[in-house]
């Protein structure tokens, strides 16, 4: 064989192990996997929020696991909406209007908040603070669709 032939084997070979190696699959960026940090307050009040709304187990160990949150964390955010539900469930409106008032100055973009905030003061019969609330709300937020619907129901 001449050296011609030797060159264009061994380039063969190259190419063909060069071949074999390459991907099969179309290029993909391998995603970051997010890993969501469990938080034990969190958990704590999944747990006490479970206890009530099934029924089993008493309300008050459940209502007393949340006040626990907010014992190690006076601003939780979870533990405060739910006692705040619970307190307007229960037709605690002067609960309900504390803790609505604290999570709509932690969270003034949150509708949510302002909106049960505005409901328990007319439940608690103080309606022009309920309608100062919800004018408050609406001027720092035009778009806020749930109060002006709530207001203009009136």
Not at 84 to 110: C, T, V, Y
Request: hydrophobic share 45%; proline share 4%.
């Amino acid at each position: 064989m001449s050296r011609n032939t030797y060159i264009a084997l061994a380039v063969s070979v190259v190419a063909a192990v060069a071949i074999f190696n390459l991907p099969r699959t179309p290029y993909q960026e391998k995603k970051m996997e997010v890993k969501e940090e469990v938080n034990a307050l969190d958990v704590k009040v999944d747990e006490a929020v479970a206890i009530i709304q099934s029924g089993e187990g008493a309300p008050m160990v459940a209502i007393g696991m949340l006040l626990d949150v907010l014992r190690d964390d006076p601003n939780h955010e979870k533990a405060l909406m739910w006692l705040g539900n619970f307190s307007m469930m229960s037709g605690q409106w002067e609960k309900a209007i504390d803790r609505f008032h604290q999570l709509s100055q932690l969270f003034p973009e949150n509708e949510m908040y302002a909106l049960n905030k505005v409901q328990a003061l007319l439940q608690s019969g103080d309606s022009t603070n309920a309608f100062e609330v919800a004018d408050d709300y609406l001027n720092a937020y035009p778009e806020a669709k749930r109060i002006r619907t709530f207001v203009e129901g009136l």
